[in-house]
């Protein structure tokens, strides 16, 4: 076996990325993975985590120097000064933006799984079922049964604390105990389930959190400072869970600064031999060697690869034989909901940092009703206590405001839609070979937009947020739609589509690339349809699922 | 991939700035390194005693304690638009000749009560978008001065541990604390 030579291959180090390195090691798999940026050591390098907030020179906001390198960051709340470093950087990686598509990315190890939103949902039969029932896209070629078994592995490995809500909509998991609400929450939670008769639900968050401790790590200890890294390990990350498990394995070799810029493909064997890689720090190339390759380079990033292979094969690359590599692009939008204030409850408050809200899952097309657009949302939101900083009204400087700035403001009770968006075939992202990035490799080109359902949906959100927060309780109600962009969700999803036919899909109902038995994509580009909940619980699922089968495909010889 | 050491200099320029002794100061000069705006010591003296105005000192520390005005100024030369900025300057000016204008004298030769007064009547006037009482630079220099002291003032180590409690690892979450009139 050359130095090049291993099992397997691991593209990517996010959430999807570890959970294939886990499992591939697990499984006895010599397995490298590859990460095109720096490496961050789990506690050690999470430099600023441990900061008070005044040791921030200006308190966490931006300066006009980041907002200046930052294009694309700066247009929403990623760019700040407490995490800067996990972000990938606007000026080193650009995109072309036929139509604009905000593209928040995290090139290091661990990738987004250390700045994440850690909300994590089960599907249901009717998401899975959605596209077929709507007569869309390509049905899903899996449906809940498929991955219920996965979700439950995922669950009980990543820790995600939750309730058991019994709801139909948002099957209930192999949770932790439940995060708790404030008393706020509480109450409008029962005012909400009272005035709809039982038809929508406000229920705590489920969260990759964990509530008690779990495999070496610490549970929750309410600092909200997840995206800082955590030093307890008290949330999910490739960091502070699958990298610890599968370097436990000894059969995991980590290569950072390792930018894959295509696989390998032998045209004989119709398999992948390998990948070949730019060493982001030397610009020398490699070529590394396995019988399986799992690409896990984020959503786009690993269709980017998959364009950029086989091309004297298929012109537009390996998986591209469907007509559907890089057609498709998903994601959540959002931007769009309600706030107001709670009267009362003036001597309640609040100890710690929860960091969670509660959940109101999709209650919108469902059982018959037929709204003039398909599919749904849910909302995320929290009530909390206004802080010192607000502006008090009747006292404006002096010793009486100074006071006053201690004492909490008002209840204030807001939420936020997640929506469902379309597969359209005509959203879709290409090569840009006219724009180079820093090491001289093309870049990817977005022509994706919401259409007319999304738009439809979010008139709805908004009208809805306002009606739901007036019939909890909540006063000066007001709602705001702005920004109506795609990748702002940071839920990108597809582009290398699962099917039933490999005419229409790029890849097969194992995640394999129809083109390219030993290939396996399981990061957001394999979704057939978004639904609205957070996916990458999904993601874990299936990537779990995917390297079960892939191991055994590989002792039956099939791959 | 510099990046975390200039903030780390970033830190350091500020810790530093914290502590140099007011002697070491060229006369005329501000006493922190501004890289954008042009501020000399009136100036910075004239935003202290505003930010002390709107945060004073009474049983517990005010703006100067806890060098306020030196966060308003940081704040505005590193995170201001070059037009906020501009305005920022001009506003100044703007408030520096009314204030003579008014008063007959600079904003720091008037007495507490005075400046509370200037400064009051400006604070109401922004309730109305609409009113022209004031030119748009003013209003805009004044709402970055309490803007940036009052959350320099909210987010300073003095507030945050002795004013109110912050426990960087609370290690819990208690959904119904109860309010004591005095929060301490």
């Known amino acids: 076996m050359s130095a090049n030579t291993y099992d397997a291959i691991v593209v990517g180090s996010g959430i999807s990325g570890g959970w294939a390195a886990k499992e591939l090691t697990e499984k006895g798999l010599k397995t490298i993975m590859l990460e095109r940026g720096r490496n961050i050591e789990h506690v050690k390098d999470y430099v600023n985590a441990n900061k008070a907030p005044w040791e921030f020179p200006h308190r966490g906001g931006r300066t006009q120097k980041m907002i200046e390198d930052y294009p694309v960051l700066k247009r929403d709340y990623p760019l700040n000064e407490t995490n800067l470093d996990y972000w990938a950087s606007d000026k080193d990686s650009p995109y072309t933006e036929i139509k604009r598509f905000d593209w928040f990315r995290g090139y290091h190890v661990g990738g987004r799984s250390l700045m994440w939103g850690r909300q994590s949902y089960r599907w249901a039969d009717v998401d899975f079922e959605a596209n077929l029932k709507d007569g869309i896209a390509v049905d899903w070629p899996i449906r809940y049964a498929d991955v219920a078994p996965w979700y439950s592995y995922a669950e009980k490995f990543a820790g995600i604390s939750g309730n058991r809500d019994g709801l139909p909509i948002l099957p209930d998991g192999d949770f932790m105990p439940p995060m708790e609400m404030n008393v706020v929450e509480k109450d409008v939670s029962k005012r909400l389930k009272e005035y709809y008769k039982e038809a929508r639900h406000m229920i705590i968050g489920r969260t990759a959190n964990i509530t008690v401790p779990h495999n070496n790590r610490t549970n929750c200890q309410y600092r909200n400072k997840c995206w800082l890294g955590c030093p307890f390990g008290a949330y999910f990350s490739t960091q502070s869970a699958t990298l610890p498990a599968a370097m436990a394995t000894g059969n995991l070799t980590v290569r950072p600064w390792s930018i894959v810029t295509k696989i390998l493909y032998d045209k004989d064997t119709k398999k992948a031999k390998g990948v070949e890689i730019l060493d982001a720090e030397t610009n020398q190339t490699y070529e590394y060697f396995a019988k399986v390759v799992f690409l896990n380079a984020s959503t786009f990033n690993s269709t980017w690869i998959m364009m950029n292979s086989a091309t004297d094969i298929w012109p537009d690359g390996l998986g591209s034989s469907s007509g559907e590599l890089g057609h498709n692009v998903m994601d959540h939008h959002l931007n769009v909901g309600a706030s107001g204030r709670i009267e009362g409850y003036e001597d309640k408050y609040y100890f710690g940092r929860r960091a969670n809200g509660f959940y109101i899952p999709r209650y919108r097309n469902l059982n018959g009703e037929k709204r003039d657009y398909i599919r749904g949302f849910g909302y995320q939101g929290a009530a909390s206590r206004e802080g010192w900083s607000r502006d008090i009204a009747e006292m404006n400087i002096g010793g009486g405001f100074k006071d006053a700035l201690t004492e909490p403001g008002s209840w204030q009770l807001g939420m936020g839609g997640f929506g469902e968006t379309l597969p359209y075939h005509e959203n879709k992202i290409t090569l840009d070979k006219t724009k180079k990035d820093k090491w001289g490799l093309p870049v990817l080109a977005f022509d994706a937009e919401l259409k007319e359902n999304e738009l439809k949906m979010r008139i709805e959100i908004e009208k809805d947020a306002k009606e739901m927060l007036e019939a909890m309780g909540a006063k000066d109600v007001k709602s705001h739609s702005d920004n109506p962009f795609l990748g702002r969700g940071i839920h990108e999803m597809g582009t290398a589509r699962m099917g039933r036919d490999p005419k229409t899909s790029v890849l097969n109902k194992w995640n394999q690339v129809w083109d390219a038995k030993n290939v396996f994509v399981t990061d957001g580009s394999f979704m057939t349809s978004a639904a609205c909940q957070n996916p990458s619980l999904t993601y874990m699922a299936m990537t779990a699922r995917a390297a079960n089968y892939a191991v055994d495909a590989l002792k039956k010889k099939e791959i | ?184």
Do not use: W
């Not at chain 2, 204030?99 to 009051?120: H, W």
């Open chain 2, 1 to 184: 991939m510099n990046r975390r050491t200039v903030i780390k200099n970033l830190a350091l320029i500020i810790g530093g700035a914290a502590i140099l002794p007011s002697c070491m100061q060229e006369k005329g000069k501000a006493s922190i390194g501004l890289k954008n705006i042009n501020i000399d010591a009136d100036q910075e003296k004239l935003i202290g005693d505003m930010a002390e105005t709107i945060i004073p000192k009474t049983t517990t520390p005010g703006a100067k304690d806890l060098q306020l005005h030196l966060f308003v100024l940081k704040m505005v030369d590193d995170c201001c638009t070059k037009k906020d900025q501009q305005d920022f300057i001009t506003g100044m000016g703007q408030f520096t000749d009314l204030v003579k204008k008014q008063n007959n004298r600079s904003f720091s030769d008037c007495d507490a009560k005075q400046r509370e007064e200037i400064l009051l009547a400006i604070d109401k006037d922004r309730k109305d978008p609409k009113s022209t009482t004031y030119p748009p630079e003013l209003k805009t220099f004044y709402n970055l001065v309490k803007g940036q002291t009052v959350n320099g003032y909210t987010t300073s180590k003095y507030f945050m541990t002795k004013q109110v409690v912050y426990e960087l690892v609370p290690g819990r979450y208690n959904a119904f604390y109860p309010v004591k009139k005095q929060a301490v």
